[in-house]
Each structure stands twice: as structure tokens, then as C-alpha cells.
């Protein structure tokens, strides 16, 4: 597996534990679970430990990730996770940008991402699924 390879599936992982993380009270959350969506959009995994040999015990993104920002009571966790963070993070591994304002003032637009693809109204969220898709067929500002 390539070096790109490799950080996307890093990325992805990040992804799904986001998803399925608990937030406050005090923060709209906003990432549906539809079985019948992530059943269409089943990927599998193969589990043998040697298989992944060839990754690092440890690694870390901090270098290439813009500024935490809040999302306020919109719930747009969705937007966020894949928008603003993992899209933004694969730029700037592509780009070797490591510039942590540039990277924070250049970031891809959760509200891009989230406005597409919410359902019903600001107070629902949107599906991790729909995001995915989204950034894969169009792309983000």
C-alpha cells in the first residue's frame, strides 16, 4: 500500500471513531446512523494483524490539521469530520503544508459540505455516507 493510501486509511478510521463518539450535552451532535445506508455502503476489512505490518505503531496528523473550531448548536459533526478536517488534512499532506494559520484559514467548508446534505432542517443532521459521496463526486470548497 502507498504512503497516500496508507494516510487515507488513517483517515477514514479517524472518521468512523468520530462518528461514533459521544459529544456534551451543550453541542448539537448530528451524525445519523441509517443502517439501511451504511449497509449499502458496507466495506470490509480484512482483520489479520499481519496484513497491516507495514504501518507505523504510532503516528500522529497534528501537523497537517487546522485549528479545532466549534460547531456551534448547528449539527453539522458530519461537515466537520469530513470537510474541515479529513479533507483539509489530505490537502495539506498532499501540499507538505504544515503551516497550522494557513491551514486553519484555508480549510474546506463544513457548511458546504453540511447544507448539501442535512436532513430536513438545521436541527437534524446529515450521514457520514451522504459526505463521503458528496466529496467524492464534487469536491468542496
Not at 47 to 71: A, I
Amino acid at each position: 500500500m502507498n504512503k497516500n493510501k496508507s494516510h487515507t486509511f488513517i483517515i477514514i478510521w479517524i472518521l468512523i471513531i468520530v462518528s461514533e463518539s459521544s459529544f456534551s450535552q451543550n453541542y448539537a451532535t448530528g451524525c445519523l446512523k441509517e443502517n439501511q445506508a451504511y449497509l449499502e455502503n458496507s466495506v470490509s476489512f480484512d482483520l489479520r494483524k499481519s496484513v497491516y505490518d507495514f504501518l507505523p505503531e504510532s503516528f500522529s496528523l497534528k501537523e497537517y490539521c487546522p485549528t479545532p473550531t466549534s460547531q456551534g448548536e448547528q449539527g453539522s459533526c458530519v461537515g466537520f469530520a469530513t470537510a474541515y478536517s479529513a479533507r483539509t488534512i489530505l490537502f495539506n499532506i498532499k501540499n507538505n503544508t504544515t503551516d497550522s494559520d494557513f491551514s486553519s484559514n484555508n480549510a474546506f467548508s463544513p457548511s458546504y459540505v453540511y447544507n448539501q446534505i442535512k436532513m430536513y432542517d438545521c436541527g437534524n443532521g446529515s450521514r457520514l455516507t451522504d459526505a463521503l459521496k458528496l466529496l467524492q463526486n464534487q469536491g468542496c470548497l
